[in-house]
């Protein structure tokens, strides 16, 4: 693993900035616009990265206390969170982007290292140690700075974040049916072998580049002899 704790909290304070920024001075007309992701505008991207500031804060609580807190009530409290906050006022919307971010925030600075070490369950049903929630935000608001469409892309976020991020998708795409892939970051020698299907297609690009394709985002990477690298399944 390529990535600490510091790390992963580290980013969460870059992610948030950058976010944070991004968003700043927005109203009803900015707000309103498309996200980078299909069929959401930018109210409900904003939306669930709030929401998913106040669901880690559930996971949080429960490695503080040891009282068990999931992340969301019921599998259709997310999406239901998430078109409520698409409804806000955009000044209640952003104050709410803020104000979630800095509860956790406050809520991981105030957990002592045993309590990190507390395991918790995540909205995908997977039992991991506290010190992921760190790594699960900063995954949030740094990708997710980039589907503002507001002018952000991977290019922007750290280095270490990209191998980070790669290194995760890598992992996760390989326990499911697919082509099977050798990747390179040809800027910082990175890479990757994705297991899957068939002899592996070599696919090369710069760092940034990589990860963008790894999560299903504009990447502009190709396979060795030129042609478009193969289409990936939906990471999450």
């Known amino acids: 693993m390529r990535r600490t704790v510091d790390d992963a909290r580290r980013w969460v304070d870059f992610g948030t900035e950058l976010t944070l920024k991004a968003v700043a001075g927005w109203g ?8 980078g992701l299909p069929g959401w505008t930018r109210k409900n991207l904003i939306a669930h990265i709030a929401g998913n500031a106040d669901a880690l ?17 019921s599998p259709d409290q997310r999406a239901a969170d998430i078109e409520a906050g698409a409804h806000r006022p955009a000044h209640a919307l952003s104050g709410w982007l803020r104000e979630s971010a800095e509860r956790l925030a406050t809520a991981m ?18 039992t991991v140690p506290a010190t992921e929630v760190p790594w ?3 995954r949030e608001v740094c990708v ?12 922007d976020l750290p280095a270490g974040f990209l191998t980070a991020l790669s290194d995760d998708v890598v992992g996760k795409r390989g326990t499911v049916p697919g082509q099977a892939l050798t990747l390179t970051a ?14 592996p297609i070599a696919v090369s690009g710069p ?16 396979a060795a002899d030129g042609s478009p690298a193969p289409r990936l399944a939906a990471w999450l």
């Open 207 to 222: 760092l940034a580049g990589i990860t963008a394709y790894l999560t299903g985002r504009p990447h502009g990477v190709t």
């Open 57 to 73: 804060g559930n996971l949080t609580h429960w490695a503080a206390t040891g009282e068990r807190t999931p992340m969301y009530s």
């Open 186 to 199: 040809t800027d910082t020698g990175d890479r990757w072998h994705l297991a899957g299907e068939g002899t």
């Open 109 to 126: 600075a105030g957990l002592r290292a045993s309590q990190w070490r507390t395991e918790v369950v995540t909205a995908q049903g997977r």
């Open 136 to 138: 699960l935000r900063a």
């Open 28 to 35: 009803e007309p900015e707000m309103g616009l498309p996200s």
């Open 144 to 155: 997710h700075a980039v589907d503002l469409a507001a002018g952000i892309g991977f290019t």
